[in-house]
């Protein structure tokens, strides 16, 4: 459904993205992760046809995303990264004035949408929360129910219930054979969605695969508090990845095999188990430039 | 041309192009009423006549007033249209595409089945038609005005519909061009600023040339040098060839724009 055949786009500062080489077939629901910079939005930009590319090409269902462009957005649905809305109107009126220009005939899922995302359609977009922007931005890119939705940075500015109910409404979408391409900087945002991943890092892919795998390379930093200092000491002996213990807590970090950790601290009186927010780059990253230097 | 994008965006500007074309009507009355008073007033040829000829040169005003449109077209069209039709133009210009490119609002409007070509092309028929919408609000309240607020005095009605007509086709020029700097900047007060900018300098250029005898050549040079309102008015000049050649660099510069933008990158 998406292609991507060594797509580059080098700006006049050096940066932008090289060889970005992908597809994803129809009905599935594919993650686009990197660090902030990394190149998502100017991928997904050459998606839309709002950049030419300067080598490669992009297809979506077989259509130049670039000479297509306007032909393609009939089965497109997208949500940008930076929310910026028309001003001069309220969310209602912006939803039509998208819908009309789409020619959509009905409404009843939008409207369905925004009851379901809980917000005032009536508000003037210029006294908008960020939140509420966003959940006006989903609601466009969802209510003509359109074969390819792409979406940069989804769930930035939603709350956790509200990033429930979004995650809900993608699922549904997939049960009906939508194709999506989801950006995020954050693993945890999209490993809940997604069938399979593509990591950017420096405008370069540095791995696709499905997300499982990358749960099994994930690696996680856990913080364990042990009832004394003597049974944090003593826990470096074990075979666990220990990174560092101060007094009676330790810093384990573990990638895969969960129940060698759990079995090797079933041994221990454990007060509490924290885990460590990590970026993208600590929980991947790592690993592949790792995997990279051994090879 | 998309019919929702097209009303929508009317709807947007609706404010604005109506204060611009009731302030723009409002002066033009006030300046028709108080002609009855001037033109009566004994000592203003004499006035006139005592001041340099080059400064009467600049605003088209040598050789005093024969009829009421002359005075409309030296009091009025000389210096006020101008500015208030410029600013339109110049603001409702860079707010149209530049605006919607530095906010990043474009990428919902682009995320719809239409092509750039139809996208901008709508845009400018927005402009378009809030410029004839204060152009011809403003050629309405000169004949309404004089008929209502003055007896017996002569009034070319030709003549003054001709002041109009050099007018608008002068601001279709200057809206083209601040259309295409709006097409082709990112940034809402680059494109304004460009625009402004050459507005200024064409009429500084003219208002120089007019002034000195050294310095005629730039007149030639300036956009402006095709409407002479007086001059017009007096029916002393034809309008045709101006307005043909008017008429066919808007077009060539709106072209240019909406050809420009469908073919650039967008940092939306
Ligand atoms: N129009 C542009 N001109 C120059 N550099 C750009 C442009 N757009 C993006 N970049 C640069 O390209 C890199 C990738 O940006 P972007 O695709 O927005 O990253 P991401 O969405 O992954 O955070 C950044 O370093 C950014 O500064
Ligand atoms: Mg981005």
């Given at each position: 459904m998406i292609e991507l055949n060594g797509l580059t786009k080098k700006f006049s500062n050096g940066k932008g993205i090289f060889d970005v080489t992908f597809s994803i077939p129809k009905g599935e629901v594919f993650g686009f992760l990197g660090p902030n910079g990394a190149g998502k939005s100017t991928t997904i930009r050459h998606l839309m046809g709002f950049m030419k590319p300067s080598k490669g090409s992009a297809l979506i269902n077989g259509m130049d995303t670039w000479k297509d462009a306007a032909k393609i957005q009939e089965k497109i649905g997208y949500l940008p990264g930076e929310i910026s809305f028309l001003d001069g109107m309220d969310g209602m009126a912006f939803l039509k004035l998208v819908g009309g220009m789409r020619g959509m005939k009905h409404t009843n899922y939008r409207d369905e949408l925004i009851h379901r995302l809980?917000?005032?359609?009536?508000?003037p977009i210029r006294k908008m929360s960020k939140g509420m922007k966003q959940k006006v931005g989903i609601v466009a890119a969802f209510m003509h129910e359109p074969e390819v939705i792409i979406l940069d940075e989804?769930?930035?500015?939603?709350?956790p219930l509200m990033q429930r109910i979004f995650i809900e409404i993608v699922m549904e979408q997939k049960e009906k054979g939508t194709t999506f391409l989801m950006s995020s900087h954050s693993f945890s945002e999209i490993e809940r969605t997604c069938d399979r991943a593509a990591i950017i890092k420096d405008g370069k892919i540095v791995v696709v695969e499905n997300i499982h795998d990358l749960q099994q390379k994930q690696r996680r930093l856990f913080d364990v508090t042990f009832a004394s200092a003597e049974e944090a000491k003593l826990i470096?002996?074990?075979k666990l990845d220990v990174i560092s213990v101060t007094e009676n807590r330790a810093e384990i970090a573990v990638q895969g095999d969960y129940n060698q950790f759990i079995q090797a601290l079933g041994d221990y009186q454990i007060r509490t188990i924290d885990i460590h927010e990590q970026n993208l780059e600590e929980v991947f990253l790592n690993y592949y430039d790792r995997e990279a230097n051994r090879s | 041309m998309n019919i929702t994008l097209y009303a929508k965006m009317l709807k947007v500007h609706a404010k604005s192009i109506s204060s611009y074309a009731i302030g723009s009507a409002l002066y033009l009355l006030l300046i028709i009423g108080i002609y009855p008073s001037i033109a009566d007033a004994p000592g203003l040829n004499e006035l006139m006549e005592s001041m340099p000829e080059s400064f009467l040169a600049a605003f088209g005003?040598?050789?005093?007033?024969?009829h009421v449109s002359d005075f409309i077209a030296g009091e009025y069209y000389g210096l006020l249209y101008v500015v208030i039709l410029s600013i339109f133009c110049l603001m409702t210009a860079s707010q149209l595409m530049a605006r919607h490119i530095d906010r990043g609002s474009m990428a919902y409007i682009l995320a719809?089945?239409?092509?750039r070509k139809k996208i901008a092309f709508t845009q400018a028929l927005v402009l378009i038609t809030g410029l004839l919408i204060i152009g011809l609000t403003t050629a309405l309240a000169g004949v309404i005005g004089t008929e209502i607020l003055i007896e017996d005095k002569p009034f070319e009605a030709m003549t003054f519909m001709n002041v109009n007509l050099v007018g608008i086709l002068l601001f279709f020029v200057i809206s083209g061009y601040s259309f295409l700097f709006s097409c082709l900047l990112n940034d809402e007060r680059q494109a304004l600023g460009l625009s402004g900018l050459l507005t200024i300098v064409f009429y500084g250029m003219d208002l120089v040339g007019k002034m000195s005898d050294q310095l005629d050549w730039m007149v030639h040079l300036?956009?402006?040098?095709?409407?002479r309102p007086v001059e017009i008015a007096r029916g002393s000049v034809d309008v045709w060839p101006t307005a043909t050649f008017l008429f066919l660099l808007g077009t060539v510069l709106y072209a240019v724009a909406i050809l420009i933008f469908s073919k650039r990158d967008l940092p939306l």
């Open positions: 809980q917000f005032d359609v009536k508000t989804p769930t930035s500015g939603l709350d470096k002996q074990s | 005003m040598e050789g005093g007033f024969q719809t089945p239409n092509s300036s956009l402006f040098s095709t409407f």
